[in-house]
């Protein structure tokens, strides 16, 4: 995750503090790496939708 990306998330999250966040996807295949998956993963507030990907 960029330090950018990384900046966005949190100011995301102070704005809608105590929501469920849904961030869709379907952009740069950071979006898609390990990394982001890993992190969104971790977050009990965010959820991650990539309609661009198909499912396996």
Excluded at 9 to 37: C, D, N, W
């Amino acid at each position: 995750m960029t330090i950018l990306g990384d900046q966005v998330l949190k100011q995301i999250k102070t704005f809608y503090r105590g929501e469920h966040v849904v961030l869709v996807g379907g952009g740069p295949s950071a979006h898609r790496s390990r990394a982001m998956r890993v992190w969104v993963a971790e977050q009990d507030w965010l959820t991650h939708d990539d309609p661009l990907t198909l499912p396996s």
